[in-house]
């Protein structure tokens, strides 16, 4: 129960698709089952690798089944709500009659709206629709410098210049800061991976049953994370050289099998590329849909 309870926790704290409803006791427990999935060898990292709309549709069927067996709970009328109202307003004039008569404010009453620095619209702070209409803009601008330089080449690939995205950086990014940026970043998931070894052999060394740790933290809006596996199965020898004959159910086993991954913050589903996405299945709707 102490595992189970663990890998829950695990869980709460790594939703399988952004902006899951995790108060939903079925939604809270497809998610935890995917997640012990990704931890099991053999099935880790399956999930990252599926395309968003198959992962959201995998959550909901889980969600389904889930209810199916553990219905939620029937939802009150309005007659029985009145009733239980009236019961408990029945059992608090009982317990607290020496107050009954005392003034009670009236919630419902008109109240006045005090405008202050932090909610006037007219304030220096950026507000939602506003930040968001200059995060549109901006995207929109970068489509526009992209779009200028593409070619459709042969078997259907978009060619581009190679200094792209050097040309696309803003004034305040020149290319050698970038280029200490990603470095940078580079030795942070190799640094991580070692970290993680480092307290992962003498673990599974201490713990037979231990198969694996793994480890996420945030880097700003991005996101790395690591898993390092006890041990993990391969096909013996790679592939048999003409007229060799090799046992197809050999295999040899490698020991500290490790998995790094750095999230950049842009979500299919949430933020800029949402909104970027949305917009793009209704124009190709119009466009390509047989009436």
């Known amino acids: 129960m102490s595992t ?53 549709e995998i959550v909901e069927d889980l969600v389904g089944v889930i209810e199916v067996v553990y219905p939620k709970p029937r939802e ?103 280029k200490a940026y990603q470095d940078h970043t580079s030795d942070l998931v190799a640094g991580t991976a070692e970290a993680l070894a480092n307290i992962a052999i003498p673990a599974f060394k201490a713990d037979e049953k231990l198969e694996q740790l793994s480890v996420e933290f945030g880097c700003g809006s991005d996101s790395l994370a690591g898993t390092i596996q006890r041990s993990k199965d391969y096909p013996a020898g790679g592939i048999p050289k003409e007229g060799e004959v090799r046992d197809p159910n050999a295999t040899i086993t490698k020991y500290g099998i490790v998995s790094m991954k750095y999230g950049v913050n842009a979500h299919a589903n949430k933020g800029s590329l949402k909104k970027v996405r949305d917009g793009i299945n209704k124009r190709a709707a119009e466009a390509l849909a047989k009436a």
């Not at 009733?83 to 008569?101: C, G, P, Q, Y």
């Not at 009453?109 to 909610?119: R, W």
């Not at 070619?151 to 050097?166: F, H, N, Q, R």
């Open 4 to 56: 189970a309870k663990a890998t829950l926790e695990i869980a709460d704290k790594c939703p399988v698709v952004e902006d899951l409803d995790l108060t939903d006791p079925a939604v809270r427990l497809a998610n935890g089952v995917l997640v012990e999935l990704g931890m099991r060898r053999g099935f880790d990292h399956w999930y990252d690798n599926l395309d968003d709309d198959i992962r959201e």
């Open 76 to 178: 009150l009328t309005a007659e029985e709500i009145d009733v239980i109202a009236k019961e408990a307003a029945t059992l608090a004039r009982d317990m607290f009659h020496r107050n009954i008569n005392r003034p009670v404010k009236d919630y419902c009453a008109e109240q006045v709206y005090v405008v202050t620095p932090q909610n006037s619209v007219t304030s220096n702070q950026p507000q939602g629709n506003r930040a968001m209409s200059d995060i549109k803009k901006n995207v929109l601008d970068l489509a526009a410098a992209i779009e200028a330089e593409m070619k459709i080449g042969e078997a259907g690939i978009v060619e581009v210049s190679s200094d792209l995205y050097t040309k696309l950086l803003p004034e305040t990014l020149t290319p050698e800061i970038v």
